[in-house]
T-cell receptor, first 117, second 112 residues
Framework: GAVVSQHPSWVICKSGTSVKIECRSL??????MFWYRQFPKQSLMLMATSNEGSKATYEQGVEKDKFLINHASLTLSTLTVTSAHPEDSSFYICSAVLATGSTGELFFGEGSRLTVL | RKEVEQDPGPFNVPEGATVAFNCTYSNSASQSFFWYRQDCRKEPKLLMSVYSSGNEDGRFTAQLNRASQYISLLIRDSKLSDSATYLC?????????????FGAGTRLFVKA
């Protein structure tokens, strides 16, 4: 099956710094990638939809200047948490949909656990 | 009302039990349906797609009722390793324009 790789798996940073998370589709092209956040014991929350070559579409309540998304190629999307604060500590997960012939099955990255001190 | 609703549980069942999860969706334009499994502190993994005719994969059976906008997952002969959160996922749209809606998940604990 299709593989999505996310990096880094774990990151600890100081408050005020920026953190970049990468999401790569390893063996397929993904026109669309999604970014989610999940707090402990809560469900996945969609943050934004990232389309290759265009601006990301953010969900209501998600600050686009805080969470910068870049989808420069069909295999890579990045999420940058800018000026991170402790409340940004969370599990961030990306997913991708096949560019062609897809039924909508999502392929998830392994997730990135961010801890902001 | 959420677009995709699931009973959050938790369901606590003994090994060998049969357990059923239900999911309802409100948007009749929904086109594809899935059950995902998420283990604690891990990413969701696809368990199975759900087809109108119903489909089975080993101990797992999924069914879709479009008229009632209802999806179910049946797990037979539960194993300890089935303990996880089960997510009902509904898609609207098609390639180039999917909107994926997740249910909040149903937690299952299988006990020895």
């Amino acid at each position: 099956g299709a593989v999505v790789s996310q990096h880094p798996s774990w990151v600890i940073c100081k408050s005020g710094t920026s953190v970049k998370i990468e999401c790569r589709s390893l063996d397929f092209q993904a026109t669309t990638m999604f970014w989610y956040r999940q707090f402990p014991k809560q469900s996945l929350m969609l943050m934004a939809t990232s389309n290759e070559g265009s601006k990301a579409t953010y969900e209501q309540g998600v600050e686009k200047d805080k969470f910068l998304i870049n989808h420069a190629s069909l295999t890579l999307s990045t999420l940058t948490v800018t000026s991170a604060h402790p409340e940004d500590s969370s599990f961030y997960i990306c997913s991708a949909v096949l560019a062609t012939g897809s039924t909508g099955e999502l392929f998830f990255g392994e997730g990135s656990r961010l801890t902001v001190l | 009302r959420k677009e995709v609703e699931q009973d959050p549980g938790p369901f606590n069942v003994p090994e060998g039990a049969t357990v059923a999860f239900n999911c309802t969706y409100s948007n009749s334009a929904s086109q594809s349906f899935f059950w995902y499994r998420q283990d604690c502190r891990k990413e969701p993994k696809l368990l199975m797609s759900v087809y109108s005719s119903g489909n089975e994969d080993g101990r797992f059976t999924a069914q879709l009722n479009r008229a009632s906008q209802y999806i179910s997952l049946l797990i037979r002969d539960s194993k300890l390793s089935d303990s996880a959160t089960y997510l009902c996922v509904v898609n609207r749209g098609n390639t180039g324009g999917f909107k994926t809606i997740f249910g909040a998940g149903t937690r299952l604990f299988v006990k020895a």
